[in-house]
């Protein structure tokens, strides 16, 4: 988890507001795409994320957290079939 974790330079660079009834995550989505953050995950870290992502593909969620889930397991998918 401290891979992913976001810190508090995080929160402000990439304008990440949580409202605390809904409990709904927002950030600015172009300072996001112009500015990745970049993670390196070993095997079993790859698996764990592609199973997290795929439990929470029944939910509701905003556009852009689609672009970035459906992006990073991709990216996973395609780690796994260059192994």
């Known amino acids: 988890m401290k891979k992913v974790e976001l810190t508090d330079e995080d929160r402000e660079k990439f304008e990440i507001k949580v409202d605390e009834e809904s409990q709904n995550m ?3 989505a172009q300072k996001d795409f112009d500015n990745p953050i970049e993670f390196e995950f070993s095997d079993m ?3 764990y994320v ?3 992502i795929e439990a929470l593909s029944d939910g509701q969620h905003p ?3 689609w672009l970035i889930v459906t992006t990073l397991y991709d ?3 395609n780690t796994e ?3």
């Open 50 to 52: 592609r199973k997290a």
């Open 45 to 47: 870290e790859c698996e």
């Open 75 to 77: 990216k996973l998918q």
């Open 63 to 65: 556009d852009e957290y």
């Open 26 to 28: 927002t950030w600015n």
């Open 81 to 83: 079939s260059t192994e």
